[in-house]
């Protein structure tokens, strides 16, 4: 499958900017694995303070990132309009090298267990060849009642 534009991103994911972290799908196995590209600016606003004389990219939006990823790659098996997966656990991230403004994510996402109420992946982070992160993730189906009650 040919790479997938933020068009293709948009349609299969819900978060916006500033907090849209998934800017190209490079390549996409529908319900098994992804690999996606976000491009890191100066300008994003978690560089204000985070920080401001050494900008690094906080992990917990790294993690954010490679969620994303994984939801595109769901996004076929979440078809119910009711229902949507939500992050249950993040498992040994390590975060091998900071991230700096310039820099170009390659992340990878790789389905090892599920399909139904619970799917796990595998992440790795690269920027050129370097692994700057990595780590293991669940998901949970949830009914959207149960968060936000009856509308």
């Given at each position: 499958m040919s790479s997938m534009n933020i068009d293709y991103v948009n349609a299969k994911i819900r978060q916006r900017p500033p907090f849209q972290m998934i800017?190209?799908?490079l390549e996409l196995e529908k319900g098994v694995k992804a690999v996606g590209l976000k491009n890191v600016s100066i300008n994003e606003p978690y560089f204000v303070g985070h920080f401001p004389d050494a900008p690094i990219m906080p992990g917990v939006l790294i993690v954010e990132s490679c969620a994303q990823l994984c939801s595109i790659v769901l996004a076929e098996e979440c078809t119910d309009v009711n229902k949507l997966y939500v992050l249950l656990k993040i498992d040994t991230f390590k975060f091998i090298k900071p991230i700096i403004p310039g820099d170009t994510l390659i992340i990878s996402v790789n389905k090892?267990?599920?399909?139904?109420?619970?799917?796990?992946?595998?992440a790795e982070v690269k920027v050129g060849d370097t692994v700057c992160a990595k780590g293991s993730m669940m998901f949970t189906s949830v009914d959207k009642q149960s968060i936000y009650g009856e509308k």
């Open positions: 800017e190209r799908v090892t267990r599920g399909g139904g109420q619970i799917v796990c992946f595998d």
